[in-house]
């Protein structure tokens, strides 16, 4: 599928069909793809928690009542947070990753990168603003995952109808200076899923209305 019949065929799921699981290298192709999420600066200030089973089962309390059925039948539920505070170690492991992967071929080039990343993260923490900067990378993942599953037949929801301060609680975020930007489940759609695109079509305003060319 090219990107624009992705875009148009995707669709939320409202039905799993709880017998299907996503199996290990369909999650992991997935996953590849997510990691190549840009994000301001390559900081790349979000985790993905994969959850099955007991894991899964636990964070059940803290999703909404209307969300609950997909939640339970979905085969994996996903929680990304972002970063609440400045992490050195991630900042490291960034750079390391840029090191190796031969983005940074020399010492003063290591250096300047270093030093951006550190500006804008301060930047951020200044303004107080920095949660809602990492958050808004973690949205850039989360559009990624989504395509990401669709393209290799795997369905989802994003779930943004969750108590954050009972997702956070489960997952012990606070300590870890994270936080829940929202949780996506993924699996594979119920044969009579209400949501399908040929009872629900989907519908957005057109090019027109969305966008203004300005000269
Ligand atoms: C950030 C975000 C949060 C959402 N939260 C929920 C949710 O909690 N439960 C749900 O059933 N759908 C949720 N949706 C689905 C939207 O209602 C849906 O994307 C929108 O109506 C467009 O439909 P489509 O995704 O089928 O194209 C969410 C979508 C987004 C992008």
Redesign the pocket.
């Given at each position: 599928m090219n990107f624009k019949e992705l875009m148009e065929t995707?669709?939320?799921t409202?039905h799993y069909d709880a017998t299907r699981k996503v199996d290990d290298q369909t999650l992991r192709a997935i996953l590849e793809a997510v990691r190549l999420t840009p994000t301001s600066v390559n900081s790349q200030p979000y985790h993905f928690y994969v959850l099955t089973g007991e894991a899964k089962q636990k964070l059940r309390d803290g999703i909404?009542d209307?969300?609950q059925k997909?939640y339970d039948a979905a085969s994996h539920a996903i929680v990304i947070s972002c970063k609440t505070k400045i992490d050195e170690e991630h900042l490291k492991a960034v750079l390391e990753a840029e090191i190796k992967d031969g983005r940074l071929p020399n010492e003063d080039l290591v250096a300047a990168q270093d030093k951006s990343r550190h500006f804008f993260s301060n930047l951020h923490i200044e303004n107080g603003d920095f949660e809602a900067w990492t958050c808004k990378q973690a949205?850039i993942a989360?559009a990624t995952l989504v395509y990401a599953a669709h393209d290799v037949g795997v369905d989802s929801?994003?779930?943004?109808?969750?108590d954050y301060d009972k997702v956070n609680e489960i997952m012990g975020f606070k300590d870890k200076g994270e936080a829940c930007a929202?949780v996506v489940s993924l699996g594979y759609r119920a044969q009579d899923d209400s949501?399908t695109l040929d009872k629900?079509p989907?519908s957005r305003l057109s090019v027109e209305q969305l966008v203004s060319f300005i000269d």
């Open positions: 995707r669709y939320t409202k909404k209307f969300n997909r949205y989360f929801t994003a779930l943004e109808g969750i929202l949501n629900r989907k």
